[in-house]
T-cell receptor, first 116, second 108 residues
Framework: KAGVTQTPRYLIKTRGQQVTLSCSPI?????VSWYQQTPGQGLQFLFE???????NKGNFPGRFSGRQFSNSRSEMNVSTLELGDSALYLC???????????????FGPGTRLTVL | QKEVEQNSGPLSVPEGAIASLNCTYS??????FFWYRQYSGKSPELIMS????GDKEDGRFTAQLNKASQYVSLLIRDSQPSDSATYLC????????FGKGNQVVVIP
């Protein structure tokens, strides 16, 4: 079974621009979560989408947004980029079936965003 | 705000030895705990999940959970150079809270 895929793998943007990242979950997984990883803050939860609805949101400004499509693919958007947005953005998918084992999340390779 | 603490600094272990990693968490209601391995420049890879008190073994890895003490640990037996990575402890259901990670270096 194919894993989580993310595109693009690398991005370089300048301050003030916006960016859209894409994630395709594992086949059959309906939940997609996004995380930001930086050396200083570590891995931090951004938001989760399930059935095209945002179910959870982390403590990030409104410049960070996302959406999910009917095929469970998800995109996240960051507007008005700041230098501090430079990070590895990770997408994780989860099955969401019955049972606690369905809390397991599997990560994609990530998108490395550099803001100049 | 859920917190996961991994306080140990980098861990150097000789090849073949046991590496021991520890993690504490703040949410007494947490039910799901995970260990991820992250190689430099790569994304986290799930290596262990544990949901009930006690030990869970998978190959050379053993996870231990003590809910009363809010404590999770990971043992890596017969450590290999390929185990050199950062190990991240996480807890949660639909939103994971991660510790900052522990770097493990296995010395041949």
């Amino acid at each position: 079974k194919a894993g989580v895929t993310q595109t693009p793998r690398y991005l370089i943007k300048t301050r003030g621009q916006q960016v859209t990242l894409s994630c395709s979950p594992i086949s059959g997984h309906r939940s997609v979560s996004w995380y930001q990883q930086t050396p200083g803050q570590g891995l931090q939860f951004l938001f989760e989408y399930f059935s095209e609805t945002q179910r959870n949101k982390g403590n990030f400004p409104g410049r960070f947004s996302g959406r999910q499509f009917s095929n469970s693919r998800s995109e996240m958007n960051v507007s008005t980029l700041e230098l501090g947005d430079s990070a590895l953005y990770l997408c994780a998918s989860r099955h969401t079936g019955q049972g606690i084992k369905f809390n397991e999340q599997f990560f994609g390779p990530g998108t490395r965003l550099t803001v100049l | 705000q859920k917190e996961v603490e991994q306080n140990s600094g980098p861990l150097s272990v000789p090849e073949g030895a046991i590496a021991s990693l520890n993690c504490t968490y703040s949410d007494r209601g947490s039910q799901s705990f995970f260990w991820y391995r992250q190689y430099s420049g790569k994304s986290p890879e799930l290596i262990m999940s544990i949901y009930s008190n006690g030990d869970k073994e998978d190959g050379r890895f053993t996870a231990q959970l003590n809910k009363a003490s809010q404590y999770v640990s990971l043992l890596i037996r017969d450590s290999q150079p390929s185990d050199s990575a950062t190990y991240l402890c996480a807890e949660g259901g639909n939103r994971l809270a991660f510790g900052k990670g522990n770097q493990v270096v296995v010395i041949p």
